[in-house]
């Protein structure tokens, strides 16, 4: 379109957030307590209007080398990067077409996406645990015509090009110090780039961006196995960017620590957009065996996790406790503190300093993603004195669907919709009230690439069926049950939610992580509930000692199930468990995958 009809089409958007901004701004709602949103209409603008208020503050603290010290990149800089890379992609005749990134997170990642999206083509994150054949597959199935990647892939990709079967003309290595006949230099190229525009190119600076045409193809990575193309727009995106904020505060001063997959869409909306929008910085963990070490350089105020996490976290803090003979002193002092705290005085800070240390000493809040956590470890992190909340998305609602308020807090909810957005049960059980969780809002994706009737299946009447079950509570804060695939009903049409009994497993203090299912006896035709348990040896050793024997294991945990039990309805009861050494088959989100046989070995004599 031309000039004239792009603006008058960017001002029609423009209307449209500005009223979705005075609508916050005007809520009755008490859990939208952050009203201070700047209207966005597509993530260009939302970029290059953080740039112009946020110009010389830190977008980015990156590392030059492993185990060096943090730089800053302001968001100056950070665009001027953007721009170059996004002016040097147009002008390989990139326009228009699907551009894939993989790799650590880490800068180059960050601007390669912005550059993608913002004016370039369509974005297409690729999960960095993939194999070879499967990356292809994904190659193909959205017609890839350049790969941006981190040294490690090299061979992958050189391969994948020289025979020839996919549509990919560029490589692209974000590590490569000269281009040569077979890969580009991601250096080289932005550098490229910036000469382009200092001689007047502004095919990039002056893209049109179309709000709602999809922009970004991410491939869920579901435990099936089967990995469906969720087609997200710009839309999609600054609907999160502008609702989620409003229950949970972010300003300029906040420091994000990276340390989740951000080609997941969690990590990429919450935990890399999201700082931009707000003027505050990102600053790249190095990995996980890094973490601890990280936020104490990094010194971050939120950081992005998930279960596996926060839950690791948490039970070391308490192990070091008890090996160190202080645990009973940390549980006196706690409820002292929360005492306290009931009169206004919060000593926190004094009380629990080395706890805050290792979080970087200015831990503001841990928001949990991803899965439910257990509630009482986000209890026991706000016992702590650093908030701790979870959320709940979907990579086809990008993400956000529901999100705790940071002054309301529950800890056994998913979270609360933010302004703008939907939520209802679908079909409630008249007795429990649990039915299918669904949900409304511009940020629902397009649909699923190239599979007409798979996105039929999910959206219907403008509701997009989550596949999750639960129930909203008084307040209309969702609590999650389950996944619908995965509930067991037994022979008398009870049913058993896997996930529960999977969280009751996982207080008992010898339990790594379970797998929970039912299987039907060939004997009584009653439906068993089975167990698959990989140990916490470290906890079995405490208590065990160094040569104890897989009997002494399995009757150790068999007591506290024994006990669990006694507290479940018999459906609900433990029957048969395998205790197991070897992790879980996970998918590379690192959930279990349900329906592996692997997973489900058990002697059931």
């Given at each position: 379109m031309d000039a004239s009809q792009y603006k008058a089409v960017k001002e029609k958007e423009m209307e449209y957030a500005l009223k979705r901004v005075e609508d916050i701004k005007n809520s009755k709602d008490k859990y939208v307590m952050y009203r201070d949103i700047r209207p966005i209409i597509d993530l260009k603008q939302m970029f290059e209007s953080s740039v112009e208020l946020y110009g010389d503050n830190i977008a980015f603290h990156v590392k030059d080398k492993i185990g060096g010290p943090y730089r800053g990149i302001t968001y100056r800089e950070a665009k001027a990067d953007v721009d170059a890379l996004g002016t040097a992609l147009i002008s390989m005749g990139l326009k228009g077409k699907s551009i894939s990134i993989i790799g650590d997170n880490r800068y180059e990642w960050a601007v390669s996406y912005l550059a993608t999206v913002c004016g370039t083509g369509i974005a297409v994150p690729l999960d960095k645990e993939l194999g070879a054949s499967e990356l292809e597959q994904l190659v193909k199935e959205a017609d890839v015509e350049c790969i941006i990647y981190s040294k490690k892939y090299e061979p992958i990709f050189r391969d994948m090009k020289d025979r020839g079967e996919t549509s990919l003309k560029f490589l692209v290595n974000m590590d490569l110090e000269e281009s040569d006949e077979k890969e580009l230099s991601w250096r080289e190229i932005t550098e490229a780039g910036k000469v382009l525009i200092e001689n007047g190119n502004r095919e990039f600076l002056d893209a049109q961006i179309e709000r709602d045409a999809m922009s970004i193809i991410l491939f869920t990575s579901g435990t099936t196995g089967i990995a469906k193309g969720v087609m997200l727009s710009h839309g999609n995106i600054v609907e999160d960017l502008m609702a989620s904020p409003t229950l949970l505060k972010v300003v300029p001063e906040d420091v994000f620590f990276s340390v989740l997959p951000i080609h997941h869409t969690y990590e990429c909306t919450c935990g890399f957009l999201m700082p931009l929008y707000r003027g505050a910085s990102v600053a790249y963990c190095e990995g996980l065996k890094y973490i601890v070490k990280n936020l104490s350089e990094a010194r971050p105020t939120i950081f992005l996790g998930v279960p596996l996490i926060f839950e690791g976290l948490y039970k070391k803090i308490w192990q070091n406790a008890k090996k160190s003979g202080k645990a009973g002193t940390l549980k006196k002092v706690?409820?002292?503190?929360?005492?306290?705290?009931?009169?206004?005085?919060?000593?926190?800070?004094?009380?629990?300093k080395q706890i805050h240390a290792l979080f970087g000493g200015r831990m503001k809040v841990l928001i949990c993603g991803g899965a439910a956590i257990d509630p009482d470890v986000l209890q026991g992190f706000r016992d702590f004195g650093i908030n701790a909340v979870?959320?709940?998305?979907?990579?086809?609602c990008a993400p956000i669907c529901a999100l705790n308020p940071d002054k309301y807090p529950k800890n056994d909810a998913a979270g609360y919709a933010p302004p703008g957005f939907e939520l209802k049960i679908h079909e409630p059980d008249p007795e429990t009230g649990i039915g299918e969780i669904c949900t409304k809002g511009g940020n629902v994706m397009l649909g699923y690439y190239k599979n007409p009737e798979a996105t039929a299946e999910v959206i219907r009447d403008g509701w997009f069926h989550t596949g999750d079950l639960g129930f909203m509570d008084e307040d209309r804060f969702v609590h999650i049950t389950g996944r619908i695939k995965n509930v067991i009903i037994t022979k008398n049409g009870k049913n058993v939610y896997p996930e529960e009994i999977e969280n009751y497993l996982g207080k008992i203090p010898y339990v790594?992580?379970?797998?929970?299912?039912?299987?039907?006896?060939?004997?009584?035709?009653?439906?068993?509930?089975?167990?698959?348990i990989r140990a916490d040896y470290e906890e079995v050793q405490e208590v065990l000692g160094?040569?104890?024997?897989?009997?002494?294991?399995?009757?150790?945990?068999?007591?506290e199930i024994d006990a669990l039990n006694t507290q479940l309805p018999l459906f609900k009861r433990i029957r048969k468990i395998d205790v197991r050494k070897e992790e879980f088959e996970k998918?590379?989100?690192k959930k279990i995958k349900r329906f592996a046989e692997a997973n489900r070995k058990i002697d059931e004599e």
């Open positions: 706690i409820a002292i503190n929360n005492k306290l705290k009931k009169i206004g005085i919060d000593l926190s800070p004094v009380f629990f979870q959320g709940y998305g979907l990579t086809e790594n992580e379970s797998l929970v299912w039912g299987k039907d006896s060939e004997e009584t035709g009653e439906t068993l509930i089975f167990a698959s160094e040569n104890y024997t897989d009997e002494e294991v399995a009757a150790l945990i068999w007591k998918t590379t989100a």
